[in-house]
C-alpha cells in the first residue's frame, strides 16, 4: 500500500500532544479565561463550536475563524434554499446557478473559498453528512465533483449554521480540505411555528409557494423536534429570441432556474438513558425537477421532423430522494470528567433520471430490412423514457472519547481521542432499452441514419440513458483513529493540535496533522493562526462512474461523448493511471480586535497549496491530422486518438485523473457593531469582505499520448480560476424598533470568466452589486408578517458579447452560461407569515 509522504507535520503534533499528555487527572482549579470547559465536563448540552472539540469555547475564543450564523439570520434573508441563504450571508460560499446542465440544474454546486464542492465537509449536528448521487460532469463550477446536498436540509430544521474557514481533515477527516459547514438542528420544545411564504420575480415568473411548521415535544430530560416542510418554485427563463436555428425567430430554450418542488421530513431528538442519552437525528427530502437541454433545429440530424416539425426542446425530468439517520449514545464515564459518544449514521442520496419530449432517433430511422432498402424504416420511437439512476450510500461508525489531564501551570489539557469507520457505495442503475440502445436490436454493425443522412445517434435525445455497460454497484471502506488536544500554555496562550491516520481499501494510507494557536496580547486583541496538511480521497463517484451522453464539441457542435470510467481499458489504452488522493497543505493567521462590547473587527488571510488535484479533463476529440502531418490512415497508425475512439464510436472522451496542482490564497475581513438606542431600538451593522485567487500552478499528463495542454486545457484552467468570484463582499444593516424590523443588505459579487463554449476567447463577466430589503411586523407575540425584495433594483448580470459569443447570443443565450453567482432572474419580492402557537 502506498503511503501519503505527509508525516512530518502529524508527527511533530503527535510528539508535542503526547508530551503534554502524560500527567495525571487534574483536580487542579482552572481560570475562567483559560480553561472554558471545566464547569462544562459532564454537561452533554454544551454548546461545542466547530474546529475545537472543547465543550463551552465560543466562537469569539478560537484559534481559526469560525461564523455562527443563527436562524433568526437564516429567516430574514428572504431565501428558502440552505445553499442560496448561505451565499447571501457567508460571503466565502458560492452557490453558483447552472442551466442546461443535465442534474446540476436541480442540484446545484456549493462550495467554500473558491475551492470544489467536494473539497468542504459538511456535518449535521457535527457528523459527517453524506455526499451526493449526482456528479456534475457538465462545463459548471464544481465540474468533475460530486459534492453535498446542501438544500436536502430544511430551513426550517436549523437552530444555527456554524462554517470553518480553515483546513480541518485532520480533526474531521477527507473533504475538509477548503473547511467545514456544520448544520445544527433545533432542539426546541416550547412551541409550535408554521410559516408561510408566497412570492415571484419582478420578471412574473419563478412563483414560490412554501409552508413550513416545526414543533417539539418535552420529554421531561429528553427532547424530540419535528419539520415539516414544502415548496414549489415555478420555473424562470431568460433566453431571448433564436435567430439561427429557427425561422421566424423565436424562444427555444429554457435558461433560468428549473421548475421543482421539494417536500422535506426531519427529526432531532434524545431521551436519557443511564446515566447519558440516547440521540437520533436525521430525516427524508424529495426534489422534482424539471428542466430542458438543448434545443435541435427541425433540420438537425437528432430531430425526427413527423415528430417535431418545427424542431424540439428535450425535457430532463429528475427526482432527488434524500434520507438521513444517525442514532447515538452519550454518557460521561462516571465521575473522571471524560465523556463518550458512540454512533451510526447512515445516509443515501437517489438521483433519478427520465427523458420527456424526445425521441430515439435511431429507433424511428432503423430500417425494416437493412438487405431491401425498399421495405422502409420502422417510423416510431417513444417520447419519453426512463433513463436511469445514480445512488450513493454511506454508512459511518464513530467512538469518540473527550476529558482533560492536567497541563501546565495549572491549566487543563483538553484531550479528544476517537476512532472511525466508513463505508461507501456508489451504484449506476441502466434506464430503458430505448434510452440508450442504437435501434432496436443494439447493433452497432447496421448503418442507421438520420434525415440528413448522417448517421443517426443511439439513444433518448437530451440525456441519454445509463446502459448495462455503465451499471455499476460497487464500494469501499475506510478506517480512522484521531488525537486531538488544546490547551493554554499561559493564561494568554492557547495551543491545540490535531493527528489523524486514515487507511481505505482501494488506494492506501496517509497521516495528517495540525497546529492552532492564539494569543490574546490584551483583553481586546488576539492574534490567531493555523498551519495542517489534509487530502481528499478520490469520490466512489469518481471513481466508479461512466456516461454516455451528447455534449457540444469544441466547434459547438452536439457530439456523442463518453465519460470513461476510470482504471477502464479507456483510460488505460491513453496511458491514464488509476485515482489517487488529493493532498494538500494550508494556513491561515488573522487577528480578532474587539475595543468595545459594541464593536468586534476579524481578519484572517489564508493559503491552501492542492497537489495532484483530481480534474475532469478536456473533451479528448479526435485529431485532424496524424502524427506525421497528414490525414488518418485507413486503420489510424499516424492518429491514436482516433485508434482509441473509432471503435467505441464516439466523438469525443472525457475522464478523472490526477493532474494538476493548484494555490488559492485569500484573505476574510469581518466587522460587527451594535447600538442601542434610549428609545429602546436597536441597530446592528455587520460588514463581511472575502478576497480569494486561485492559480493552477502545473497541468501534468501521465498519457504518452496527451499533452498536458490536451488533458486539461485552457478553458479549464479559466473555470477552475476565474470561475468563481474572487471577490464577495456583504453589507447588512438590521434595524429594530418596538414591533418594526428593517433589513437592508447588499452583495457585491466580483467578476466572472469563462470561455468552455468559446475556447481560446475569454468571456468576462463584471462585479454587480445586488440589494435587498425586508420588513417583518410584529402583529403580536404568536403572529409576524414580513414583506421584502430580493435584488431590488432588477440587476442582471452582463450580456453575451455578440461577436466573441457567437454562436450563443444568436440562439438566445442572453446573459452567459457556465457561471453564474447569482443567476438571471433579476429582482423578486416576496410575503411571508410567522405564526407561533
Known amino acids: 500500500m502506498s503511503v501519503i509522504n505527509h508525516t512530518r507535520l502529524a508527527l511533530g503534533v503527535a510528539a508535542i500532544l503526547a508530551a503534554h499528555a502524560i500527567a495525571p487527572v487534574a483536580s487542579a482549579q482552572q481560570s475562567s479565561t483559560a480553561d472554558p470547559a471545566e464547569s462544562n465536563a459532564t454537561n452533554l448540552d454544551a454548546v461545542q463550536v466547530t474546529g475545537s472539540r472543547v465543550r463551552g469555547r465560543t466562537a469569539e475564543d478560537t484559534a481559526a475563524p469560525v461564523d455562527i450564523i443563527g436562524k433568526e439570520e437564516l429567516n430574514a434573508t428572504g431565501a428558502l434554499e440552505v445553499g442560496q441563504i448561505l451565499q447571501t450571508l457567508e460571503p466565502s460560499f458560492n452557490f453558483s446557478r447552472t442551466f442546461v446542465s443535465d442534474g446540476s440544474d436541480i442540484l446545484r454546486p456549493a462550495t467554500l473559498r473558491a475551492l470544489g464542492p467536494d473539497q468542504v465537509l459538511v456535518l449535521v449536528n457535527g457528523q459527517r453528512r453524506h455526499q451526493q448521487a449526482l456528479v456534475n460532469v457538465q462545463q459548471t463550477i464544481g465540474r468533475g465533483s460530486a459534492g453535498t446536498d446542501i438544500n436536502a436540509i430544511p430551513l426550517s430544521a436549523i437552530e444555527r449554521i456554524e462554517v470553518l474557514r480553515d483546513g480541518a481533515a485532520a480533526q474531521y477527516g477527507s473533504d475538509a480540505i477548503a473547511g467545514v459547514i456544520n448544520i445544527i438542528l433545533k432542539r426546541q420544545t416550547d412551541h409550535t411555528d408554521v410559516s408561510l411564504m408566497g412570492g415571484q420575480t419582478y420578471a412574473g415568473d419563478g412563483e414560490i409557494v412554501h409552508g413550513s411548521v416545526n414543533t417539539g415535544w418535552d420529554l421531561g430530560k429528553g427532547f424530540v423536534n419535528l419539520s415539516a416542510e414544502y415548496r414549489d418554485r415555478g420555473e424562470t427563463n431568460r433566453a431571448g429570441p433564436d435567430s439561427l436555428r429557427v425561422n421566424p425567430p423565436r424562444v427555444t430554450q429554457r435558461l433560468g432556474d428549473s421548475d421543482a418542488t421539494d ?14 442519552e440516547l440521540y437520533a437525528f436525521g ?52 465521575s473522571s470528567g471524560w465523556d463518550m459518544d458512540v454512533s451510526v449514521n447512515h445516509g443515501r442520496s437517489e438521483f433519478g433520471f427520465s427523458e420527456g419530449n424526445s425521441a430515439n432517433v435511431s429507433w424511428w430511422y432503423e430500417p425494416i430490412d437493412p438487405t431491401d432498402p425498399a421495405a422502409g424504416i420502422y417510423g416510431e420511437s417513444p417520447t419519453t423514457a426512463d433513463t436511469g439512476t445514480l445512488r450513493f450510500d454511506q454508512t459511518t461508525f464513530n467512538l469518540d472519547f473527550t476529558g482533560s489531564v492536567e497541563g501546565i501551570n495549572d491549566h487543563l489539557l483538553y484531550l479528544a481521542t476517537g476512532v472511525e469507520w466508513r463505508q461507501d457505495n456508489y451504484e449506476i442503475e441502466a434506464g430503458d432499452f430505448v434510452s440508450y440502445s442504437y435501434g432496436r436490436g443494439n447493433d452497432r454493425d447496421i448503418v442507421i441514419t438520420g434525415q440528413t443522412g448522417d448517421v443517426a445517434q443511439p439513444g433518448m435525445q437530451g440525456f441519454p440513458g445509463f446502459s448495462p455497460d455503465e451499471a455499476v454497484d460497487e464500494g469501499r471502506h475506510s478506517m480512522a483513529v484521531y488525537f486531538d488536544a488544546e490547551t493554554n500554555l499561559t493564561e494568554r496562550f492557547l495551543l491545540g493540535g490535531a493527528v489523524r491516520f486514515e487507511d481505505y481499501s482501494d488506494f492506501g494510507n496517509t497521516t495528517i496533522g495540525k497546529l492552532s494557536a492564539r494569543f490574546d496580547a490584551s483583553d481586546a ?28 464539441n469544441a466547434e459547438g457542435v452536439l457530439t456523442d461523448t463518453l465519460t470513461a470510467r476510470q482504471d477502464s481499458d479507456v483510460t488505460r489504452a491513453f496511458g491514464i493511471q488509476p485515482l489517487k488522493e488529493e493532498t494538500s497543505t494550508s494556513g491561515t493567521l488573522g487577528f480578532v480586535y474587539t475595543p468595545t462590547e459594541r464593536l468586534s473587527l476579524t481578519m484572517d488571510v489564508f493559503r491552501i497549496d492542492i497537489d495532484d488535484r483530481i480534474i475532469f479533463s478536456s473533451n479528448i476529440q479526435p485529431e485532424a491530422l496524424g502524427t506525421d502531418g497528414q490525414p488518418c490512415a485507413a486503420d489510424n497508425t499516424n492518429c491514436p486518438i482516433s485508434a482509441i475512439l473509432d471503435p467505441i464510436g464516439v466523438g469525443q472522451v472525457l475522464f478523472f485523473t490526477n493532474a494538476i496542482d493548484t494555490r488559492t490564497t485569500g484573505v476574510d475581513f469581518v466587522a460587527n457593531h451594535n447600538t442601542a438606542f434610549d428609545s429602546g431600538a436597536t441597530l446592528d451593522l455587520t460588514a463581511l469582505v472575502h478576497f480569494n485567487k486561485t492559480e493552477v500552478l502545473e497541468r501534468r499528463s501521465q498519457s504518452p499520448i496527451l499533452t498536458p495542454e490536451q488533458l486539461f486545457d485552457d478553458p479549464q484552467v479559466t473555470l477552475i480560476e476565474q470561475g468563481q468570484p474572487r471577490a464577495h463582499h456583504v453589507l447588512q444593516a438590521v434595524y429594530e424598533t418596538g414591533a418594526w424590523q428593517w433589513t437592508a443588505r447588499g452583495n457585491y459579487f466580483g467578476s466572472v470568466s469563462g470561455e468552455g463554449f468559446t475556447p481560446g476567447i475569454k468571456q468576462t463577466w463584471g462585479g454587480k452589486a445586488l440589494f435587498d430589503l425586508g420588513v417583518r411586523y410584529a402583529v403580536s407575540d404568536s403572529l409576524k408578517l414580513s414583506v421584502g425584495g430580493n435584488n431590488i433594483f432588477d440587476q442582471y448580470p452582463d450580456k453575451w458579447d455578440p461577436e466573441t459569443g457567437a454562436p450563443f447570443p444568436q440562439m438566445g443565450f442572453k446573459y452567459g452560461w457556465e457561471t453564474m453567482p447569482f443567476g438571471m432572474n433579476g429582482g423578486s419580492w416576496y410575503v411571508r407569515m410567522d405564526y407561533r402557537f
Open 525 to 552: 486583541f488576539a492574534v490567531r493562526g493555523t498551519v495542517s496538511t489534509g487530502f481528499r480521497a478520490p469520490g466512489v463517484q469518481q471513481l466508479f462512474y461512466s456516461q454516455r451522453s451528447t455534449n457540444l
Open 283 to 334: 430525516g427524508l427530502s424529495q426534489r422534482e425537477g424539471n428542466s430542458s437541454g438543448f434545443f435541435r433545429g427541425p433540420d438537425d440530424n437528432r430531430t425526427v421532423p413527423e415528430l417535431y416539425p418545427d424542431g424540439f426542446l428535450p425535457t430532463i425530468l429528475t427526482t432527488v430522494d434524500d434520507a438521513s439517520l444517525a442514532i447515538g449514545y452519550k454518557a460521561p464515564l462516571g
Open 263 to 276: 417536500a422535506y421530513l426531519w427529526l432531532n431528538s434524545a431521551v436519557p438513558l443511564g446515566a447519558g
